[in-house]
T-cell receptor, first 113, second 109 residues
Framework: DTGVSQDPRHKITKRGQNVTFRCDPISEHNRLYWYRQTLGQGPEFLTYFQNEAQLEKSRLLSDRFSAERPKGSFSTLEIQRTEQGDSAMYLC???????????FGAGSRLTVL | TQLLEQSPQFLSIQEGENLTVYCNSSSVFSSLQWYRQEPGEGPVLLVTVVTGGEVKKLKRLTFQFGDARKDSSLHITAAQPGDTGLYLCAGAENNDMRFGAGTRLTVKP
């Protein structure tokens, strides 16, 4: 197992464009989380999935953001009509069952020009 | 507003010094984790504390969970440049994890 993989690692886009990030969790982990982290801050919770079900969404997740985990394996996070304020590191993490320990990917850094 | 307050926000010390960083909350957590994050990477778990009053040691790092399970501390003895990084605490709230803003530690050789 290679851990949690995120792609792309870096994305530079122009304001107004759509971007999509992918996360491949550890295979036996049924829970998958998305966080956003800006400079000087800790990770901020966005949403999480248990298998394919999206169980919670933060108020930070505006209607321009959508996340899916269609088969309960990999997940995608799409941001539509990007704004400069969306520039951040987007972190994916996974865990198994009720174990409150997260394994993080290396993150996808988004820069919106 | 962060659910977990970490202090200090920044800490710069010389190699060999000792330090303590803190994580405080008004909420009770079933467990609390400490992570370390290096630039351009995701956080990596250091330890989980579960029982109030629990003390765990990881080489030169000592973690303590408060008796009321609302706060925690991380003490590093004889800090080394390799300890440089962002130290994050995280608490389990319902089914998701909430993080503090972190303490950014720099250890100068």
């Amino acid at each position: 197992d290679t851990g949690v993989s995120q792609d792309p690692r870096h994305k530079i886009t122009k304001r107004g464009q759509n971007v999509t990030f992918r996360c491949d969790p550890i295979s036996e982990h049924n829970r998958l989380y998305w966080y956003r982290q800006t400079l000087g801050q800790g990770p901020e919770f966005l949403t999480y999935f248990q298998n394919e079900a999206q169980l919670e969404k933060s108020r930070l997740l505006s209607d321009r953001f959508s996340a899916e985990r269609p088969k309960g394996s990999f997940s995608t996070l799409e941001i539509q009509r990007t704004e400069q304020g969306d520039s951040a590191m987007y972190l994916c993490a996974s865990n198994r069952g009720r174990v409150h320990v997260l394994t993080f990917g290396a993150g996808s850094r988004l820069t919106v020009l | 507003t962060q659910l977990l307050e970490q202090s200090p926000q920044f800490l710069s010390i010389q190699e060999g010094e000792n330090l303590t960083v803190y994580c405080n909350s008004s909420s009770v957590f079933s467990s609390l984790q400490w992570y370390r994050q290096e630039p351009g990477e995701g956080p990596v778990l250091l330890v989980t504390v579960v029982t109030g009053g629990e003390v765990k040691k990881l080489k030169r790092l000592t973690f303590q969970f408060g008796d009321a399970r609302k706060d925690s501390s991380l003490h590093i003895t004889a800090a080394q440049p390799g300890d440089t990084g962002l130290y994050l605490c995280a608490g389990a709230e319902n089914n998701d994890m909430r993080f503090g803003a972190g303490t950014r530690l720099t250890v100068k050789p």
